[in-house]
């Protein structure tokens, strides 16, 4: 079994839902971290979901309020992501949030 540490990232544009990482067919992911930052001076709101492989949708963070300027971590223990799962993210304000999710690859 290999084991690849990565990354992913998303500058968050728009309020839509945006896939921040996507499991391989047959990785299995350890989520360490997921660091939201917001750069804008606001407060905005932050939904983290995770999809599984049948399209069912789970709420791991809904409207997480974040503050001005500040970085928040999201995760508080580590994150299994099953092979082909997603995790999602969605701004409740535009061109405001950051996030940087540190992964570990097991294939």
């Given at each position: 079994m290999a084991h690849t540490y990565t990354n992913?990232?998303?500058?968050l544009t728009a309020t839509s839902v945006t896939t921040l990482y996507t499991a391989g067919s047959s990785t299995v992911?350890?989520?360490?971290?997921?660091?939201?930052?917001?750069?804008?001076?606001?407060?905005p709101t932050i939904t983290l979901t995770i999809t599984d492989a049948d399209d069912?949708?789970?709420s791991i963070y809904k409207t997480?309020?974040?503050t001005a300027n500040g970085t928040t971590e999201l995760l508080s223990a580590p994150l299994v992501v099953k092979a082909s799962?997603?995790?999602?993210?969605?701004?409740?304000?535009?061109n405001q949030l950051h996030v940087v999710a540190s992964i570990l690859e097991i294939t």
């Open positions: 992913a990232k998303v500058d992911a350890i989520v360490k971290s997921i660091l939201v930052s917001e750069d804008a001076g606001a407060t069912a949708v789970f997480k309020a974040l799962e997603i995790l999602k993210v969605t701004a409740s304000a535009a």
